[in-house]
Nanobody
């Protein structure tokens, strides 16, 4: 099982980014996947998840600005972030549980500049 997040970069306040999580070794069509954000020096916090059934959930701080989607054909999970704020700066990770074990992908760094 492998996950890899990419698509980060430097973006100005108010801009948008789409992060991608490439997955392999799992059946993404029946897997729940989460996106987490870890601010510099901070803890890893859940941002959004897509459940096994395809339902989506968002953390309160990002509701209305973030959208998670899953492509079970291409094996990608996306995180669209709009109206970026300085607090969105940090490393974003995707993760999934598969057969009793939780897997993390290598993160992607987002820097929001003002």
């Amino acid at each position: 099982v492998q996950l890899q997040a990419f698509g980060g970069g430097v973006v100005q306040v108010g801009g948008s980014l789409r992060l991608s999580c490439k997955t392999s070794g799992i059946n993404l069509r029946i897997s729940a996947v989460e996106w987490y954000h870890q601010a510099p020096g901070g803890q890893r916090d859940l941002v959004a998840n897509v459940t096994r059934a395809g339902n989506t959930n968002y953390a309160d701080p990002v509701k209305g600005r973030v959208s998670i989607s899953r492509d079970g054909v291409r094996n990608f999970v996306y995180l669209q972030i709009n109206s970026l704020k300085p607090d969105d700066t940090g490393t974003y990770y995707c993760g999934t549980e598969w057969r009793g074990r939780y897997y993390w992908g290598r993160g992607t760094l987002v820097t929001v500049s003002s």
